[in-house]
């Protein structure tokens, strides 16, 4: 597609449920990003991935929170063990390799913990 | 630790005004800045990016200014329209970092008919 794709659009579960998010960034894109937004903390940055480097994780907030990219292509964030304090937009962005490139976001996942 | 303040928070103005966004940051050493627009609902669109070389870059009504060494950015956008209305986001990319963009509050710009 023209865009970096996010699925699903929206996800309610239930506290203490693993969830499972999707982001296929724009073709030929190497770096592939994941934010989250929320009401109380703005845009926060959760982890990077670039190329076949180790990715930046240092966004991430616990050890509940993973991510993969396979293939260089589609990435995964994982929750586990949702808490309530999860419920937010999970935003992926991706860009052609990182430094003077801008990066480009998808609409996000609404995540809803109940 | 950079933080980027973005004032107003809000702002609303009849259209057809010309209006001036503000974005402060507190470390100089940045790669560039990134200023995007979200809608409600919706994802970020990248309006300007200015690499921490330039002085400004422009796209439309819309003109980007950066002043590295004072920490700041501002967005003007001339002859304001209604389908101007949205949050407006900035993020600096610093030079400490790979890759991640560390954002503001954002500006939730309202332009009436």
């Known amino acids: 597609g023209a865009g970096v794709s996010q699925s699903p659009s929206n996800k309610v579960t239930e506290k203490g449920k693993d969830v499972e998010l999707r982001c296929d960034p724009i073709s030929g894109h190497t770096a592939l990003y994941w934010y989250r937004q929320s009401l109380g903390q703005g845009l926060e940055f959760l982890i990077y991935?670039?190329?076949?480097?180790?990715?930046?994780k240092s966004g991430l907030p616990s050890d509940r929170f993973s991510a993969e990219r396979t293939g260089g292509s589609v990435s995964t964030l994982t929750i586990q063990r949702t808490q309530q304090e999860d419920s937010a937009v999970y935003l992926c962005?991706?860009?052609?390799?990182?430094?003077?490139?801008?990066?480009?976001f998808g609409d996000g996942t609404r995540l809803s913990i109940l | 630790k950079q933080e980027v303040t973005q004032i107003p928070a809000a702002l609303s103005v009849p259209e057809g005004e010309n209006l001036v966004l503000n974005c402060s940051f507190t470390d100089s050493a940045i790669y560039n800045l990134q200023w995007f627009r979200q809608d409600p609902g919706k994802g970020l669109t990248s309006l300007l990016l200015?690499?921490?070389?330039?002085r400004e870059q422009t796209s439309g009504r819309l003109n980007a200014s950066l002043d590295k060494s004072s920490g700041r950015s501002t967005l003007y956008i001339a002859a304001s329209q209604p389908g101007d209305s949205a949050t407006y986001l900035c993020?600096?990319?610093?030079?400490?970092?790979?890759?991640?963009?560390?954002f503001g509050q954002g500006t939730t710009l309202q332009v009436k008919p």
């Open positions: 962005a991706s860009s052609q390799r990182t430094g003077d490139q801008p990066q480009h």
């Open positions: 991935f670039q190329g076949n480097s180790a990715p930046d």
């Open positions: 993020a600096v990319r610093p030079l400490s970092n790979t890759g991640k963009l560390i």
């Open positions: 200015i690499q921490s070389s330039q």
